[in-house]
Nanobody, 128 residues
């Protein structure tokens, strides 16, 4: 049973930084494409970032490109999301996701239906 557990969320002022972690159990992240999504109140869950084949292929949503960085640590069996220059519109519950479909191009992976496993989420609030 693959389980994903996120941590690292919290409250931060605009311009601040947070680093989210997602620890995976029940399977090695080397066998998955890993991603992050987020869901703001009253909105649909949206794609944030994904990494395939280690970090050989990485994709970000336009709204976070240049501010967020996805990375993974095989030894910790974890994936991370470094979030810098945070804005109030980044406020959301952030979810870690994994898929066994490692050959699918990341530009086709922006739909929730493409992902097999999900964490329960961690809240990020950006407010002054």
């Amino acid at each position: 049973q693959v389980q994903l557990v996120e941590s690292g969320g919290g409250s931060v002022q605009p311009g601040g930084s947070l680093r989210l972690s997602c620890v995976v159990s029940g399977g090695s992240i080397s066998h998955y494409t890993m991603g992050w999504f987020r869901q703001a109140p009253g909105k649909e869950r949206e794609f944030v970032a994904a990494a395939a084949f280690g970090e050989s292929f990485i994709r970000y949503s336009d709204s976070v490109k240049g501010r967020f960085t996805i990375s993974r640590d095989i030894g910790q069996n974890a994936v991370f999301l470094q979030m810098n220059s945070l804005k109030p519109e980044d406020t959301a519950v952030y979810y870690c996701a994994a898929t066994t479909d490692v050959t699918r191009p990341l530009e086709t992976m922006q739909s929730q239906s493409m992902w097999n496993y999900w964490g329960l989420g961690t809240q990020v609030t950006v407010s002054s």
